[in-house]
């Protein structure tokens, strides 16, 4: 078991990682609750579930199982989770237990962050993908006109994260995952990102991947650390995403993984930061890696100005022009300002590029 | 014009107390912002909005009305503002402003917490009540099942408070918030409990309501300063809303104001204060005072069992045991546990009392 500590605004927090944690989740529990609600979805509740029931001896835990993906950060359900804890008799003493990947973590965490005004969460991630949402303090749900728009900045009290639980992963979800680590080490670590980029996913040890995931939450933390509130470099997390989260909103939540958008959305900010600062990144390198693992290439081609007005009510750009977080080189991030009639080219020439290699 | 600093945890935010300040509204502002969305409900839009909306010398300001009262702290009006909000192009570096009373503030405030994560706020508080809202950075909507269960502590980025506004108050609403100002100086301060209290509701003038309001503001935030999250001396901010929370809860959110409500629960608070700590306090005075300045003192009998059940769903109680404040003596809050025995008879007693005075 290896663990780091995070530093979020309000307190400090710790984040254990190791196998066979949930057999024994209350040991790493930074203080006592009255009372646990354990909030997961279906397929984490079937495996998962029982194990981390019974590691906890108190007998006030409760569980609520909420839908897959997506569309379980609505309103509606965490409406649905605040009637659950009132029903259950959660007090300010209590503790919310998001088991389960990005989905869980966002709304339980949000829910403990509204919870009469917020009571203590522990985050259990169950996915390669939640390493990245587990460090930051970002929770929130989707607005039907745009993801992640309704939330808050609230930190867990503790990540307890076992990696055994990875393996029963859906490969789509680890290609997912892994897209974000190669985006971590993208922005800071080029030894980690020549070492993310020789692996095979199909052989990928649990030792190896532990290893990974901790030199992942450190980069994000290290970001994190400095600019929780998202007003200078915390940006550059978002490297990828300007394209990967527009996809997301108009393919469809759900239509690909997110990590899988955000693999093309770092390909499209290779491309944009090659025409941008006039030099040439290792495209070929990413394209064949993300290739022979099995990421989607394919896309149906969007109207370049849908993508752009999809980009502009994205939470992260201001109101009129769009920023990217671009490379100069790999780890040499930058935050730039890209002109609609550039991104228009930028995004048609891409998506015919994609579309030619894929034909 | 007065003015104070509040200490937030996360920030400093003045207080601006005067006449005429919504007429030069910009002047206030800590900071310029991108876009402006004036919240505010129709009454206080009819007579203040296009003022305020005048006073904006930029382009981009938005306004949208909410219903009168309670109901408005809805999840579906929450839900709404955060459609407004996106559909205006909001973005983070966009202004919030709560024009109208505790209400407004509540959700708009809670809007603001939760838009994008987080975008700024002012209050401009239009009711006597707000002068209490406004401090301590609590906002909220309601539960079906509870009020202020969904919300965070997010605190204003300045409060402008137009003491002319109140002049336009129905009496019930002026009642209402001059209960919150005896509250806090029971608390805290005897000379103004005794000056609060010989004054005559009708002749009240705006000088000296402005004076009483920014010493009620200075109780308050000094009460928040220490104790922002409310674990320890924020609780005696509770006097009198332990009983008064939940009679608005059982009787009907509207069915009285807020204040009047917390008028019956002051005399509550005395009487078990007498009963526990076998003393005297002036109830009769307070009694007298609240009688001929109008307060309703008669209520439905409610079953005792039905009120101790509703108070322990109330987000200030812990699981088991209510917890009250209680006075020592004028200005001598303590705060403490009273058995559900002990509470079935003081409520039976009290509403028994309130009665034959009524009958």
């Known amino acids: 078991m290896r663990h780091t ?11 254990h990682i190791g196998g066979d944690l949930r057999y024994e989740t209350g040991r790493y529990f930074p203080k006592s609750y ?46 649905q989770l605040h009637t659950k804890a009132i029903e259950y008799g959660l007090d300010r003493q209590s503790l919310i237990i998001a088991l389960g990947g990005g989905v869980v973590g966002d709304v339980a965490g949000f829910v403990a962050a509204t919870f009469m005004r917020g009571i203590d969460f522990i985050q259990m991630p169950t996915t390669i993908l939640a390493h990245d949402s587990s460090v930051g303090g970002k929770v929130a749900i989707n607005h039907e ?28 979800e680890i290609r997912s995952g ?4 190669l985006k971590e080490a993208l922005l800071a670590d080029s030894d980690l990102y020549q070492s993310l980029i020789t692996i095979d996913l199909s052989s990928l040890s649990s030792q190896d991947l532990s290893d990974k995931l901790l030199k992942g939450i450190k980069i994000k933390a290290g970001i ?3 600019d929780e509130r998202e007003s200078g470099i915390r940006k550059h997390l978002n490297l990828g995403h300007t394209l990967g989260h527009a996809l997301e909103s108009l393919l ?28 040439e990144l290792p495209y070929e390198q990413l394209y064949t890696w993300l290739k022979r693992n099995g990421y989607p290439l394919n896309m149906p081609y969007v109207e370049p100005e849908r993508i752009i007005s999809k980009m502009k009510k994205d939470k992260k750009t ?30 048609d020439g891409f998506q015919k590029e994609l579309a030619q290699r894929n034909s």
């Open 5 to 15: 500590t995070i530093e979020a605004l309000s307190h400090s927090y710790p984040v």
């Open 34 to 79: 009255s009372s646990i609600l354990i909030i997961t979805d279906e397929t984490v509740a079937a495996h998962y579930l029982p194990d981390v029931k019974k590691s906890l001896s108190q007998e006030t835990v409760f569980s609520h199982v909420i839908p897959e993906g997506e569309k379980a950060k609505s309103i509606e359900t965490f409406y």
């Open 145 to 172: 006109h745009g993801k992640n728009l309704i939330g808050s900045f609230y930190a867990p009290a503790a990540v307890i994260y076992d990696v055994q639980t990875l393996h029963t992963l859906p490969v789509d």
């Open 178 to 181: 892994y897209a974000e680590l």
């Open 224 to 226: 994190v650390e400095v």
């Open 252 to 279: 469809g939540y759900g239509y690909r993984t997110h990590g899988e958008l955000v693999a093309l959305g770092l390909l499209f900010a290779f491309r944009v930061s090659e025409k941008t600062f006039s030099l």
């Open 318 to 347: 201001l109101r009129t022009t769009i920023q990217m977080v671009l490379l100069k080189g790999v780890s040499k991030p930058a935050l730039m300002e890209i002109t609609d009639d550039n991104l228009l080219e930028y995004l």
